[in-house]
């Protein structure tokens, strides 16, 4: 939905028919449609804006602000995130659902809207059919609060004895319908982990 000004309303869900209150047995539980992910955005974005901001109104999963730092005849466009960022890893940011063999409100692995504090820099080129583009970031980190506790990205995002900064890098390629991503991202913590 246009708004005036150049601002941007836009919204997103996802459904899932499943099966739940599974208890084992072959025939238990139901059919029912379930619904994981609501989002609503309010924008201004695009080439032609200098300062932009994108925003996520109903969980505040992410709020950034986004400055132009290419002319618009550059070949290369560069901006600058910054705020509570979407942590570019993988395919989408909005939807960690599926990864190591759990999916939904099952996921234990990332978190279900992966952003944070910190900011980076975007670089994208464009030239006929192919496309390219490469984010590098600095987030706020994870840490660990005893030695001997595994990892927990959907909890564990704060820093107990001081900041923890975490780097990162996502690269895309992609040419029609198909997009190859790689992403790195790199979190020191206590205990020489």
Same mark, same amino acid.
């Given at each position: +939905?246009?708004?005036?000004?150049?601002?941007?309303?836009?919204? &997103?869900?996802?459904?899932?028919?499943?099966?739940?209150?599974?208890? @084992? !047995?072959?025939?238990?539980?139901?059919?029912?449609?379930?619904?994981?992910?609501?989002?609503?955005?309010?924008?201004?974005?695009?080439?032609?804006?200098?300062?932009?901001?994108?925003?996520?109104?109903?969980?505040?999963?992410?709020?950034? +602000?986004?400055?132009?730092?290419?002319?618009?005849?550059?070949?290369?466009?560069?901006?600058?995130?910054?705020?509570?960022?979407?942590?570019?890893?993988?395919?989408?940011?909005?939807?960690?659902?599926?990864? @190591?063999?759990?999916?939904?409100?099952?996921?234990?692995?990332?978190?279900?809207?992966?952003?944070?504090?910190?900011?980076?820099?975007?670089?994208?080129?464009?030239?006929?059919?192919?496309?390219?583009?490469? !984010?590098?970031?600095?987030?706020? @980190?994870?840490? +660990?609060?005893?030695?001997?506790?595994?990892?927990?990205?959907?909890?564990? +995002?704060?820093?107990?004895? @001081?900041?923890?900064?975490?780097?990162?890098?996502?690269?895309?390629?992609?040419?029609?319908?198909?997009?190859?991503?790689?992403?790195?991202?790199?979190?020191? &913590?206590?205990?020489?982990?």
């Amino acid at each position: +939905l246009a708004l005036p000004g150049g601002i941007r309303l836009g919204g &997103m869900f996802d459904a899932a028919y499943e099966r739940a209150g599974r208890s @084992g !047995e072959i025939d238990s539980g139901y059919n029912s449609f379930r619904s994981y992910h609501h989002f609503l955005f309010l924008s201004r974005q695009g080439d032609d804006v200098p300062v932009g901001f994108n925003a996520e109104l109903l969980g505040l999963y992410f709020y950034e +602000l986004t400055a132009r730092l290419s002319d618009k005849g550059w070949p290369v466009r560069v901006a600058a995130p910054a705020g509570k960022i979407l942590v570019p890893f993988g395919p989408d940011p909005l939807f960690h659902k599926n990864y @190591g063999g759990l999916s939904g409100a099952d996921q234990r692995t990332l978190p279900v809207i992966w952003s944070a504090i910190g900011g980076g820099v975007r670089f994208a080129l464009s030239s006929g059919k192919l496309s390219a583009s490469d !984010e590098i970031y600095c987030v706020q @980190g994870y840490d +660990l609060p005893a030695r001997d506790q595994t990892l927990d990205l959907q909890r564990d +995002l704060v820093a107990y004895d @001081g900041a923890r900064v975490a780097a990162g890098n996502r690269l895309a390629l992609s040419s029609g319908p198909f997009t190859l991503w790689y992403s790195l991202y790199w979190n020191p &913590m206590r205990f020489g982990r």
